[in-house]
């Protein structure tokens, strides 16, 4: 006796049941590989920006290539030196910086700041002791590499970081126990990814503070505002062309900021390193001229030199910034 039409479809259905369960059992085993697999763990996800009306499209951000989970994640274990490659690039130095909040979760935020039009990201990261919000401390921004041909502000940056989070000194360990560090060592990722003093549009960003024509001084504008730093240092280099090539510390914005570029050129002398304090007005759209001229937030203007192939001059430069650095994060770290 023939099976009626639904008795037919019915059987059909159930083979098919049997056959899909089949197939999801053999392929189970991959799919539990995949997510297991320590190449599949997600990228360190940036916090949300703060708003602006010029932010870079979504489709314009390069996203870096995921980090495995770093070998070293006990508390107090030594964090490794930065990168030391003479161009400092975002490729070099990223990495190293998204690793330090996870070794440190404690005390080390990252901040995506924001997209650049060449598709890099602007990272800064903000130390503060564990458990203390950087609204009760005072407050030191650095901002390092505004141009791309200056490389040895991201790499004094990035020591002044580790420093920062390691140093067994107890002057230094007191220093970052009342101070709050937001720190951008490469503030110009597109130039420096190229070695380019310039931005991808060509424009000097360190001419910028004002018109805000570049996103990068846009993005910088609006996290440090929100900040509300005590001082800021703006860390440059000059180049072997420049006409006045002196190591210096210029103030802008007070007496906190005079203060601050004597004792950095104390500290940096102390160290073996030339560094002259001077203190000028002048074109306001100069970084620490802009916060101290416009906004009367003391700012100090970092320049060491940049002399490629001479020996020693890199180190030089390097260890005058440190020395600048902690200096002024001294005077910071006073109330």
Not at 77 to 86: K, L, M, N, R, T
Not at 138 to 145: G, H, I, K, P, Q
Not at 188 to 208: F, K, L, S
Not at 220 to 247: F, M
């Given at each position: 006796?023939?099976?009626?039409?639904?008795?037919?479809?019915?059987l059909?259905?159930?083979?098919?049941?049997?056959?899909?369960?089949?197939?999801?059992?053999?392929?189970?085993?991959?799919?539990?590989?995949?997510?297991?697999?320590?190449?599949?763990?997600?990228?360190?996800?940036?916090?949300?920006?703060?708003?602006?009306?010029?932010?870079?499209?979504?489709?314009?951000?390069?996203?870096?290539?995921?980090?495995?989970?770093?070998?070293?994640?006990?508390?107090g274990?030594p964090?490794?030196?930065?990168?030391?490659?003479?161009?400092?690039?975002?490729?070099?130095?990223?990495?190293?910086?998204?690793?330090?909040?996870?070794?440190?979760?404690?005390?080390?935020?990252?901040?995506?700041?924001?997209?650049?039009?060449?598709?890099?990201?602007?990272?800064?990261?903000?130390?503060?002791?564990s458990?203390?919000?950087?609204?009760?401390?005072?407050?030191?921004?650095?901002?390092c590499?505004?141009?791309?041909?200056?490389?040895?502000?991201?790499?004094?940056?990035?020591?002044?970081?580790?420093?920062?989070?390691?140093?067994?000194?107890?002057?230094?360990?007191?220093?970052?126990?009342?101070?709050?560090?937001?720190?951008?060592?490469i503030?110009?990722?597109?130039?420096?990814a190229?070695?380019?003093?310039?931005?991808?549009?060509?424009?000097?960003?360190?001419?910028?503070?004002?018109?805000?024509r570049?996103?990068?001084?846009?993005?910088?504008?609006?996290?440090?505002?929100?900040?509300?730093?005590?001082?800021?240092?703006?860390?440059?280099?000059?180049?072997?062309?420049?006409?006045?090539?002196?190591?210096?510390?210029?103030?802008?914005?007070?007496?906190?900021?005079?203060?601050?570029?004597?004792?950095?050129?104390?500290?940096?002398?102390?160290?073996?390193?030339?560094?002259?304090?001077?203190?000028?007005?002048?074109?306001?759209?100069?970084?620490?001229?802009?916060?101290?001229?416009?906004?009367?937030?003391?700012?100090?203007?970092?320049?060491?030199?940049?002399?490629?192939?001479?020996?020693?001059?890199?180190?030089a430069?390097i260890?005058?910034?440190?020395?600048?650095?902690?200096?002024?994060?001294?005077?910071?770290?006073?109330?």
């Amino acid at each position: 006796m023939p099976f009626p039409s639904f008795r037919r479809a019915a059987l059909w259905r159930g083979f098919f049941w049997c056959g899909a369960g089949l197939l999801s059992v053999l392929a189970a085993p991959e799919v539990r590989a995949q997510q297991l697999s320590p190449l599949s763990a997600p990228a360190l996800e940036p916090p949300a920006l703060l708003e602006t009306e010029d932010d870079a499209p979504a489709s314009l951000v390069r996203r870096p290539a995921r980090i495995s989970r770093p070998a070293l994640t006990v508390r107090g274990v030594p964090i490794s030196a930065p990168p030391d490659g003479f161009y400092q690039t975002p490729e070099e130095i990223e990495p190293w910086l998204l690793n330090l909040s996870r070794l440190r979760p404690s005390q080390v935020k990252t901040r995506i700041l924001g997209a650049t039009l060449g598709g890099n990201r602007i990272v800064a990261l903000e130390i503060a002791p564990s458990g203390v919000s950087p609204w009760k401390l005072r407050r030191l921004a650095v901002l390092c590499r505004q141009h791309g041909n200056e490389p040895e502000s991201s790499a004094s940056g990035a020591r002044f970081i580790r420093e920062f989070l390691t140093s067994t000194d107890p002057k230094k360990r007191a220093i970052a126990q009342k101070t709050a560090l937001l720190i951008v060592p490469i503030a110009n990722p597109d130039g420096a990814a190229v070695y380019r003093r310039r931005t991808e549009e060509n424009i000097d960003m360190n001419r910028d503070w004002g018109p805000f024509r570049t996103q990068e001084t846009r993005v910088l504008a609006n996290w440090l505002g929100a900040w509300k730093p005590h001082l800021i240092v703006d860390v440059h280099q000059w180049l072997p062309k420049d006409r006045q090539n002196a190591p210096m510390a210029e103030a802008s914005g007070g007496a906190l900021a005079r203060r601050t570029a004597k004792r950095m050129a104390q500290n940096s002398a102390r160290r073996g390193y030339a560094l002259s304090a001077r203190s000028r007005w002048g074109l306001d759209t100069l970084s620490h001229r802009f916060w101290g001229q416009r906004l009367k937030i003391p700012a100090i203007l970092l320049e060491t030199r940049h002399r490629p192939g001479v020996a020693g001059a890199r180190e030089a430069a390097i260890g005058t910034s440190l020395a600048a650095l902690w200096g002024a994060a001294e005077m910071v770290s006073r109330k």
